[in-house]
């Protein structure tokens, strides 16, 4: 997450992108995404399209769903090495043919050595970008040990076919990409903060590697390999945390004392899905210490009474209305949220059809809301305050993959910010993740919040994989994005799009997007209709209403008849391959 106080949207570039054989000296160019038919073949859409490639892969051998997102998260870590992979966590939503739905937590964790004043410095709590770099900020990776167990459950191909394409990737080479060279000059001080980053990324003299350069990542490749020949354990046990906890101790910023015990201890966890009805269709995501089902739930079911459809998306009421519930749902993810394992989250009083209503009814489609409150959800307990909006990101990244079967995955993955601590270990650059817990552990009252760290806490998230069924029953809509507090904004405008403006996925996640924190302002995408509409959003008595950069990057693969059709967000390098 690029930590700019108050600043969702950070520059992300380009368009959809179509598919490179891996040692090309051309990045990926724009292109058409592709789409596969329902029942005769599956699909996958990522953030690059040679991650996408090699989920296809794994469909191809005969894999489900979710060997096709293993694979194409291990093919991030290495062609999209900013944002996700092995060095984070994440988390998975699997929805079954007939519609069950299983999620998988493999959200990073504090160490035993952590406490609620873990991010202090003389007496007080660091500054954002202070905490960023180096050791202290390193939570214990989670993705390898929750791809196994949701390989354990759901996989099919043996657990060393799904490392192939990524091996390839790093061993015979990848292209730079126009947004990877951005991101690669714009961020040094992570990118560069190790010597194994500069040398992989970075010329001689400090300028970042061109767009086309072939990027070898030998170390990668051959831990990748030890991975899939020794399986799941071999990433925290031996010689991978030895050398991770090294670096996090050793590190010149923000030392830390990590141990390899800590890796050792690392479990993921399924979690109760968390579903909801909106229009007749039936909406799941990832419960805490996730925020973003409930974010998602709560914006949609409070905005359920008016008629959007009618409205259209081209109705400043209709983007006041979305502004305005979007405020009252991120006040009670503000208040609310945190490692349910910690504290008591209220998740089903947040998504209870009454109790929503009666935060429906203060929407006044006339005018805005003065000052936004939470609410007081059934089995809420009385927990601190803690700033939802201070912490975009853009060290993630969304995939999602249907097979054949019908059986969809719905994955996002992080390493937090952009290139996470900046600490590169066995070739993949390790997470900040833990600067998603408040660094303050008290309100201005002194009250403890329920974000603060503690030992084996895991931070909150607004990671939104979601999973959307029709009135009949069957797959919708799988999708999800990358963008720190705005994913859960992202991912309820492109089901609004898709539910209530009938537009199909690719147009609904094209969509600008309006993001409405529970304070005054209103952040609208720079550039699009939304901007335009500032005046009207005013004149409806928003105080604030900004343009800002887009920092946005969604994927999704609906239904359609019989068809499955893949969909990349336009101001992304992603796109969609067919099986």
Request: one cysteine or more; hydrophobic letters at 40%; proline letters at 8%.
């Amino acid at each position: 997450m690029s930590h700019r106080l108050l600043i969702p949207f950070a520059a992300l570039a380009l368009s959809a992108c179509a598919t490179l054989p891996a040692t090309t000296t051309a990045p990926p160019r724009i292109g058409q995404l592709d789409s596969a038919t329902a029942g005769a073949q599956g699909i996958v859409s990522a953030a690059d399209p040679r991650a996408s490639q090699a989920g296809a892969e794994m469909l191809r051998a005969g894999g489900t769903a979710t060997d096709a997102a293993i694979a194409t998260m291990l093919a991030l870590t290495v062609v999209e090495p900013q944002s996700s992979g092995i060095g984070g966590g994440g988390f998975l939503v699997r929805g079954d043919p007939n519609g069950a739905v299983t999620t998988y937590d493999g959200r990073e964790n504090a160490p035993a050595a952590a406490n609620p004043e873990w991010f202090f410095k003389d007496g007080k709590p660091m500054s954002i970008r202070e905490a960023i770099p180096g050791g202290r900020s390193v939570g214990v990776p989670g993705s390898i040990r929750m791809a196994a167990l949701a390989h354990r459950q759901h996989g099919k191909l043996p657990w060393k076919r799904l490392f192939g394409p990524a091996i390839r990737l790093a061993r015979d080479g990848f292209a730079v990409t126009p947004r990877l060279h951005e991101v690669l000059a714009e961020y040094p001080v992570t990118g560069a903060y190790d010597a194994e980053g500069r040398d992989l990324f970075y010329n001689q003299d400090g300028t970042a590697a061109a767009t086309g350069r072939i990027i070898r990542n030998p170390a990668l490749a051959d831990f990748l390999t030890e991975l899939s020949e020794k399986g799941p354990g071999a990433f925290y046990t031996g010689q991978n945390p030895t050398a991770a906890t090294v670096r996090i101790n050793q590190a010149p910023t923000n030392p830390a004392p990590t141990t390899p015990s800590d890796f050792a201890a690392y479990q993921a966890k399924e979690r109760q899905p968390l579903c909801g009805a909106y229009r007749g269709y039936r909406i799941c995501g990832m419960g805490p210490p996730s925020s973003g089902a409930t974010t998602v739930y709560a914006t949609l079911k409070q905005l359920e009474r008016f008629d959007l459809g009618a409205l259209g998306k081209d109705s400043p009421v209709a983007w006041h209305l979305i502004a305005e519930s979007e405020r009252l749902a991120y006040a009670d993810r503000g208040r609310y949220l945190g490692d349910g394992d910690f504290v008591a989250v209220p998740a089903a009083g947040l998504m209870d059809p009454a109790y929503l209503a009666s935060r429906s009814a203060l929407i006044d489609p006339a005018r805005t809301l003065g000052v936004i409150s939470p609410g007081t959800p059934p089995g809420a307990q009385a927990l601190s305050w803690a700033d939802p909006a201070t912490q975009p990101e853009n060290g993630t990244s969304h995939f999602v993959a249907v097979d054949k079967a019908g059986s969809a995955v719905s994955y996002t993955s992080t390493i937090e910010s952009i290139f996470g601590s900046g600490l590169v270990v066995n070739g993949y650059y390790l997470n900040n993740e833990l600067t998603d817990f408040n660094l303050a552990p008290s309100d201005a009252n002194g009250r403890p919040t329920a974000n603060r760290v503690e030992a084996g806490k895991r931070p909150r998230s607004s990671m939104a994989p979601t999973l959307v069924y029709g009135p009949d029953g069957a797959l919708r809509l799988a999708i999800g994005a990358a963008g720190g507090a705005t994913i859960p904004a992202q991912v309820l405008k492109a089901i609004i799009g898709v539910i209530d403006w009938k537009l199909s996925a690719q147009d609904a996640i094209a969509l600008p997007v309006i993001f409405a924190p529970e304070g005054d302002t209103v952040f609208v995408e720079k550039g699009s209709a939304l901007e335009a509409m500032i005046p009207a959003l005013v004149a409806l008595g928003h105080k604030s209403v900004i343009a800002r950069e887009p920092s946005f990057k969604a994927n999704a693969i609906e239904r359609v008849g019989n068809r499955w059709i893949g969909a990349a967000d336009p101001r992304s390098e992603g796109a969609a391959v067919a099986e």
